[in-house]
């Protein structure tokens, strides 16, 4: 069953903004922490932000942090990746995950194995 579905990417101008939703379903639900990664060919999967579901901690990646900002909507069961004052190296396959356990350094530290991912989708910052 699908557990994490995102939405929301797309092409866009340097400088420019996106927003990525995440909806989550089924266990993915019950998870301690969604995050937001993003990889890109050839390179390491990269944990870009991270927010608890029990206090609303917030991590990000330093090259982000300032210009993207992740929050949730409990009753919607969504998490969002606002994206602002892209850059052409921000251009990437993001991925929605859940962690059933787990702080928000260690899940985008990807300090042990995370139990759901999304399907990815592209983000692509091009003039």
């Known amino acids: 069953q699908v557990q994490l579905v995102e939405s929301g990417g797309g092409l866009v101008q340097p400088g420019g903004s996106l927003t990525l939703s995440c909806a989550a379903s089924?266990?993915?639900?019950?998870?301690?922490?969604i995050g937001w990664f993003r990889q890109v060919p050839g390179k390491k999967r990269e944990g870009v932000s991270c927010i608890s579901n029990s206090d609303g901690r917030t991590y990000y990646l330093y090259s982000v942090e300032g210009r993207f900002t992740i929050s949730r909507d409990s009753a919607k069961n969504s998490r969002y990746l606002q994206m602002n004052d892209l850059r052409p190296d921000d251009t990437a396959v993001y991925y929605c995950a859940a962690r059933m356990s787990a702080t928000v350094e260690a899940m985008c530290q990807m300090w042990g194995p995370i139990e759901f991912w999304g399907q990815g989708i592209q983000v692509t910052v091009s003039s």
């Open positions: 089924g266990s993915a639900l019950d998870a301690e922490a």
